[in-house]
């Protein structure tokens, strides 16, 4: 089974094609319409990888990445932002905050399916470091 994606998008059809389309590619998806449904999702089950939109009712994709950020459970788990906001400022916000990528609408599925490939590596890396300081003893 491939690794599991929670799409958070607020508008049902970007949200049913982006299932989809990830769905064709080999990634279990689960799907919300905004981010206090996404909330309630992860605290149900693990994903590998959450992609949100930023502009969604109830509780926005900043909001979201902040309480997934903010959670030991959830902290780890990489967040691609889809968002209609295309400032400079915006991205930067989001890699501030700990975005593992940022696309602006309208995207492909080859950019999507990029930043999952590099959201992927990024975590693994993260990993990888972190294994090899339990390994290597952590200590100083």
């Known amino acids: ?9 607020d508008e049902e059809i970007t949200r049913g094609f982006l299932g989809v389309q990830l769905s064709k590619l080999g990634y279990q998806v689960l799907e919300a319409e905004d981010g206090e449904k996404a909330l ?7 994903f590998d990888l959450v992609i949100s939109d930023t502009v969604m009712p109830n509780k926005d994709g900043w909001q979201l990445m902040r309480e997934i950020k903010e959670s030991p459970k959830t902290r780890d788990v990489p967040i691609i932002l889809i968002t209609s906001e295309n400032e400079d400022a915006d991205m930067l916000r989001a890699y501030d905050n700990g975005a593992a990528y940022y696309i602006s609408k309208p995207f492909t599925i080859a950019q999507l399916f990029y930043g999952i490939q590099m959201a992927s590596n990024s975590n693994r890396e993260t990993e990888q470091r972190e294994n090899d ?3 290597d003893g952590g200590g100083f």
């Open 1 to 9: 089974m491939g690794q599991s994606i929670l799409v958070v998008e």
């Open 133 to 135: 300081l339990v390994m």
């Open 40 to 46: 309630l999702q992860l605290d149900r089950k693990h």
